[in-house]
């Protein structure tokens, strides 16, 4: 581990920052498309019930993992009277329904951890009920760890007097870094973008900013050029959906164009990867091209004429080229 | 006049081509926030009721235009007992009133000219009653038969197999335009952005386009550069809501920022322009900004948690430099 400051700032930590626990044999996750008007933890009980909350978008990016890692949990404590092959069996179906549920999501690198998991436990005659729960624990340790290492590396970013942009939401990591800057009487100003389609930024970012007591103001998409041209902007810093080996990386629909702007404006680009070698360049990224009905609607209310068609690509990718420093998830064990 | 082909392709107009009209002594706007659900006019009867429909922004652009030259005419008709000192008084204060409606928009262009024939009329002994209608009514008819001739522009511009991003709603002329284009035999693919916070383009742009039964595709404004990298669109054309002598322009927010994104896959960028010289430079073309109540609800349901603030900067500023080619309106007698 590095070394730190012998005077670490308490962390607050936001409700989006660990979406989904288990709770006896229940995984609850927090409904994120009901924030920011109420706290509601949906009731996944078994994979079908999983692959729905992530399809749905109830949860989001890294929600969707710790749904994914904890629906394996769910599946063994599901499956008290099958054999530890037939076990072993379910929980490679179990990987196999979760890897389809979305095509941009890189679910099959952690699956497959699991399915590793299962497989040595068979092999090496280790009661898998007991194995595979404690890797996958261990596992979102780490993973916790890490993340709260990674907060507390944003909060040493921001700098006193900064106005940072952001674009959809980052899970919990930003606001926690806000409060972060807080204690160290950083007066940071937050420009979020509401982030169509989905309103990310309008319904999860600037609400958990304001939980954290930041000043945060909320701006159309179409107003980023404007507010940079305007000086008003001084840093962006945004999340990644998925990280290539080469830098480039995968993020909410809108990312890329801001990248371009922060770079003809000479404004630092800041993004937070999970590291990874299994995708070398931002072109081996299949960009999932969504239902434009969530594009042509709102509040299941129908925005354009009957006829007209739309165009929804999730994600787009942002070259390496337009990263000023990636804060990376410290993944030395 | 311009030479012509003899041939001249018919011209299907579109509702928002020619937004206000009198109708005996009511002016009728039409609501364009109610398109695509239904084709409503608004009957406007003078100055104030006037200047409710440009601030509520019933009518946008051009409309706005309309509805101010034609509010004189109704304050002629509504002021038969007035001498004509009196009824020119009238006429110079209802041009102030219009003047203050909206901020950006440079009423006091036209207003003053309002103000000029009466004037005129007072000092010449004319009957200020006919005179100043035949003026507003000549002028308003030179600007028609332009904006059409514009409309035969801009269908030039399309060639066969383009592949045109709008933003915003250019009040008719790219819809019209695309009706040209298709009896000539052009295919044309057109992507409207949604154009937050009002939706313009999937509201009015996408709605008008399909009504001329062009192929149109909605995107959100996040996805401009995403469409671009893709190779998607290969022109941009935009209207304009201010023009300046260097070139620069203002148009709705967001068209900055696709000026620069254009400029960067060197995509050709269009922009329709009212030529004038009464604004140097971009700098100074004061920017309204608007209630951010429009950016934080819709349907007037608040999209955000209560206490964050929204900046929503109605128009943002393109420099000249980013412009490919300016379709100006020929302003030539």
Redesign the interface.
């Known amino acids: 581990m590095s070394k730190r400051d012998t005077t670490i700032p308490e962390i607050k930590e936001s409700p989006l920052f660990w979406p989904a626990r288990l709770k006896g044999d229940v995984l609850l996750v927090l409904d994120e498309t009901l924030i920011?008007r109420k706290l509601h933890y949906i009731k996944v009980k078994n994979t079908k019930q999983a692959v729905e909350v992530i399809r749905q978008m109830k949860t989001r990016a890294f929600g969707q993992f710790l749904v994914v890692m904890q629906t394996f949990l769910l599946e063994v404590n599901n499956s008290k009277v099958l054999s530890q092959q037939a076990l072993c069996a379910k929980l490679r179906k179990t990987a196999e329904r979760l890897n389809k549920s979305r095509p941009t999501f890189p679910f099959e690198e952690v699956t497959s951890l699991v399915v590793r998991w299962a497989g040595q436990a068979v092999e090496q005659n280790i009661d898998i009920r007991a194995f595979v729960p404690k890797c996958i624990n261990g596992y979102l340790e780490g993973i916790r760890a890490r993340r709260l290492e990674r907060v507390r590396k944003i909060a040493g970013v921001l700098k006193d007097g900064d106005s940072v942009l952001t674009h959809c939401n980052v899970s919990g990591e930003l606001a926690m870094a806000a409060y972060i800057a807080q204690q160290q009487n950083k007066h940071i100003h937050f420009?979020a973008t509401?982030?169509?389609?989905y309103?990310q930024g309008?319904?999860l970012t600037?609400?958990e900013l304001?939980r954290m007591k930041a000043d945060?103001?909320?701006?159309?998409?179409?107003?980023?050029?404007?507010?940079m041209?305007d000086g008003l902007v001084n840093k962006v810093i945004v999340g990644s959906d998925r990280s290539c080996a080469n830098g480039d990386f995968a993020n909410?629909?809108?990312t890329?164009?801001i990248a371009?702007?922060a770079n003809?404006f000479g404004i630092p680009f800041y993004v937070l990867t999970q590291p990874s070698d299994k995708i070398k360049t931002g072109a081996d990224i299949p960009v999932e091209i969504r239902n434009?009905q969530e594009?042509?609607t709102?509040?299941n209310?129908k925005?354009?004429?009957g006829?007209?068609?739309?165009?929804?690509?999730g994600f787009?990718?942002v070259p390496h080229e337009l990263v000023t420093e990636a804060i990376a998830l410290d993944t030395r064990a």
Not at 307 to 313: A, L
């Open positions: 920011p420009f509401e982030t169509r389609p309103f309008a319904k600037a609400w304001r945060v103001t909320l701006i159309a998409d179409n107003a980023v050029g404007s507010v041209a909410k629909i809108g890329y164009q371009v702007l003809e434009p594009l042509l709102y509040l209310k925005i354009v004429s006829v007209v068609s739309g165009f929804y690509p787009d990718v």
